[in-house]
């Protein structure tokens, strides 16, 4: 079974936000806003290795979901080359070593990410509290009773596809 390895090079989106995305992938290392500048500086940022192609596949969501973009690659395969940094403004500017040759190994992770793992599924990562019950009014509503309800409404008649005429054709024994 083949694994796979996912690198971040600070990528985001073409039409994404880069504040919001900065906040999602935040949340996706589990760390402060302020620590996450770090991972945008264009170099990449090996966040996992050795997965297999389904775990792969939900790392990619995750990522996308935040608006950040990964790479992903064959576990063993040079890691990718170093991207240009994203700033907050929107402005392309060279990131730091934007020269890095593509079999130097990857960045180191910074402090505090080392060991940055994506929340377990169905785990809440959103604190905010839900929006109150929406107010609706179904006092002027009333049911049928069981079974006395049809679906003749609903049916949509279709005029029948007519055969086309096959009696040209002839079978020949070969």
Not at 67 to 87: E, T
Not at 102 to 130: K, Q, R
Not at 143 to 149: D, S
């Amino acid at each position: 079974m083949q694994s796979f390895d996912i690198y971040f090079l600070g990528e985001t989106l073409p039409d994404a936000d880069p504040v919001e995305v900065r906040r999602g992938v935040a949340k996706l290392f589990k760390v402060q806003e302020t620590a996450v500048e770090s991972l945008f500086s264009g170099k990449p940022l090996r966040v996992k290795q050795g997965l297999d192609a389904d775990t792969a596949s939900r790392y990619r969501a995750a990522f996308r979901e935040a608006g950040a973009l990964i790479q992903i690659l064959p576990s063993g395969a040079p890691p990718p080359a170093s991207r240009p940094s994203q700033p907050v403004g929107g402005e392309q500017v060279p990131a730091a070593g934007a020269t890095q040759i593509a079999d130097e190994p990857p960045a180191e992770p910074t402090a505090g990410i080392s060991a940055a793992e994506l929340a377990e599924v169905g785990a809440i990562i959103d604190h905010t509290p839900p929006p109150p019950p929406a107010q609706i009014d179904t006092g002027s509503l009333e049911a049928l009773p069981p079974n006395t309800g049809t679906l003749e409404d609903c049916r949509v008649e279709k005029p029948p596809t007519p055969i086309p005429d096959i009696s040209h054709l002839k079978l020949v024994d070969d």
